[in-house]
T-cell receptor, first 110, second 113 residues
């Protein structure tokens, strides 16, 4: 069975600093991908970034980048220059989208 | 705006009742997913449809059922409601399966009193 583990239930970061949100996964698939989603307090789920296991370069979307380490089965999200609007829950499902994990709650301090 | 619509936005009902939640996927998307998110919990996958056919089932109770219609909109039916069914129910759509990005609707907040 596929599984997602996010070991940081809650994190704080100072505005304008970078922060790394951890995500480890367990899958027996040889080819797979992983998404990151953000859920602000308003409730909507917002797609941030995706990377496939076959991609050689780590994905980047604006201030978001994925640090994909297949040997360790981890796909951490790095947010550079944190903004107050980054305060939210963050989830990292595998590409089948069946398992979202418990999420990490990020609080950005002014 | 993701392009996925869900109605109603809020729903308050009593235990034992039955409700229907509706989802319209983004134009062109064939796959619809339903999720349940209880207070301060992660998303629990319920069921997935692809082009009208049930594709995958997750932790969906027997009291819950869903279908996807020929126009690709989907409905989630919840019956014999219990207090514990109070949650935010999300619908999401993607063009196909696998790596296609999934876009979420705004959710339906169900409160069972």
């Amino acid at each position: 069975a596929q599984k997602i583990t996010q070991t940081q239930p809650g994190m704080f970061v100072q505005e304008k600093e970078a922060v790394t949100l951890d995500c480890t996964y367990d899958t027996s698939d040889q080819s797979y991908g992983l998404f990151w989603y953000k859920q602000p307090s308003s409730g909507e789920m917002i797609f941030l970034i995706y990377q496939g296991s076959y991609d050689e370069q780590n994905a980047t979307e604006g201030r978001y980048s994925l640090n994909f380490q297949k040997a360790r089965k981890s796909a951490n999200l790095v947010i550079s220059a944190s903004q107050l609007g980054d305060s939210a829950m963050y989830f990292c499902p595998l590409e089948d989208k069946f398992y979202f994990g418990s999420g990490t709650k990020l609080n950005v301090k002014p | 705006d993701s392009g996925v619509t869900q109605t109603p936005k809020h729903l308050i009902t009593a235990t034992g009742q039955r409700v229907t939640l509706r989802c319209s996927p983004r134009s062109g998307d064939l796959s619809v997913y339903w999720y349940q998110q209880s207070l301060d919990q992660g998303l629990q996958f319920l069921i997935q449809y692809y082009n009208g056919e049930e594709r995958a089932k997750g932790n969906i109770l027997e009291r819950f059922s869903a279908q996807q219609f020929p126009d690709l909109h989907s409905e989630l039916n919840l019956s014999s409601l219990e207090l514990g069914d109070s949650a935010l129910y999300f619908c999401a759509s993607s063009w196909g399966l696998g790596t296609d990005t999934q876009y979420f609707g705004p959710g339906t907040r169900l409160t069972v009193l």
